[in-house]
């Protein structure tokens, strides 16, 4: 079988869906590489050392398309939405797609791409399972944009990340909030407490006060009720607008006190909620930085730009969106990791294994045969359930 690499064209984009170093493993399992010539340059991949590896360089996309039996992006049309409709008509029936697909973001696109004829498989549509967890790419790709944040966060900020102890006097540390403790949160208040600053994490999931004191933050506790605060698969549910009413009436005072806030709230498939309401913007000092990893879901600031930057009484707040692509080496390499685990469950031996009975298989695989084949996704477009195949 043949894996196609084609060059990544939303704008921006830096990053490349194989990293050189994982092509013999996949040549182990009976796959050919073929790469687009320059997919990886701008991620730190010369076309040479894929040639080292392995790999063939093709000169361009539609040749990529037409020998590959199996199609490997990071952003495939779908959660491409500004070039990835040009994709579809170089397309064949049943080939194989991977990566990045926005399965909730558009019924119209998820159609369009059933359309074409791919069994498309959606990396967000991963379980979160222990198995499962070596092919998570959300997960790293929320670890690369929580680090990302803090980084921007402390270059925008007018004032030092860590205490200093000076002849001129003893600087204080920044104050920085992380709102929303999933794995960007995380990552974001490891390398925040790594750069010196005195971190709080707010989550409405009381379950993750222990992760967040264990890298060494305070857990904010507000006195609220929250109903069902995760779903079965580990994300934070969205929860009524009294419950966030409520939310933001006590995190004005929290906000205040702090030079820096990340937030990175988001709910699948649904607009992000406001947590930072244009009057907390207001409590905050001059100077301060609120960096939105929800911006390109709306955003949790209310006066967040989706990929913007602005600066509203004082404050500067940062709705970047695509923040993975603007560390390509190692997201790369993180993304092809967890591409690779996938791509040798689904091979075996230079054949194709669609093992539906795989729940990894089954759960992530969204259109065959012309249909929209994910069971979830079709309930959340509320198409009709389709008769049960088999592999």
Request: proline letters at 5%; charged letters at 20%; a neutral charge.
């Amino acid at each position: 079988m043949i894996l196609g690499v084609p060059k990544e064209t939303f704008p921006g984009e830096r990053r490349v869906a194989l990293v050189p170093l994982l092509i013999p493993n996949l040549a182990k399992a009976g796959l050919e590489v073929v790469v687009e010539a320059g997919a990886g340059s701008e991620a730190g991949y010369p076309d040479a050392v894929y040639v080292e590896k392995g790999a063939k360089i093709l000169p361009d996309r539609a040749s990529v398309f037409r020998q590959a039996d199996i199609i490997t992006q990071v952003l495939c049309y779908g959660s491409n939405d500004r070039t990835g409709k040009a994709d579809l008509p170089l397309f064949r029936r049943d080939q194989i797609l991977v990566g990045f697909l926005r399965p909730l973001g558009s019924k119209e696109v998820v159609q369009e791409i059933a359309a074409a004829g791919v069994s498309a498989f959606s990396v967000e549509l991963m379980p979160r399972t222990t198995r499962a967890q070596s092919m998570d790419a959300l997960s790293s790709m929320a670890t690369v944009c929580g680090y990302k944040a803090v980084v921007i966060g402390a270059d925008m900020l007018p004032k030092f990340f860590p205490m200093l102890t000076t002849a001129a006097g003893t600087i204080t540390p920044a104050r920085v909030l992380i709102i929303g403790a999933g794995v960007a949160g995380l990552q974001a208040i490891a390398t925040a407490r790594r750069l010196g600053a005195v971190v709080s994490a707010y989550d409405l999931r009381p379950a993750v006060k222990e992760q967040v004191q264990s890298l060494g933050a305070r857990f904010v506790e507000l006195p609220l009720e929250t109903q069902d605060a995760q779903d079965a698969r580990g994300y934070a549910k969205a929860q009524d607008e009294a419950f966030y009413a409520k939310q933001r009436e006590l995190m004005g005072k929290v906000i205040a006190e702090n030079d820096v806030v990340i937030t990175t709230a988001v709910v699948p498939g649904k607009k992000a909620p406001v947590l930072v309401t244009a009057q907390m913007v207001y409590g905050m000092a001059p100077g301060s930085v609120i960096v939105d990893l929800a911006a390109e879901r709306g955003g949790n600031c209310e006066l967040t730009h989706s990929g913007e930057t602005i600066v509203d009484h004082g404050v500067t707040i940062i709705g970047r969106i695509n923040l993975a692509s603007t560390v390509p080496f190692h997201a790369s390499q993180l993304y092809a990791r967890n591409l690779t685990a996938f791509l040798l469950l689904l091979v075996k031996d230079g054949k194709l294994n669609l093992n539906l009975q795989d729940e990894i298989i089954r759960e992530t695989l969204l259109t065959r045969g012309g249909e929209v084949a994910n069971a979830r996704v079709r309930e959340f477009y509320g198409l009709p359930a389709l008769v049960a195949q088999s592999s």
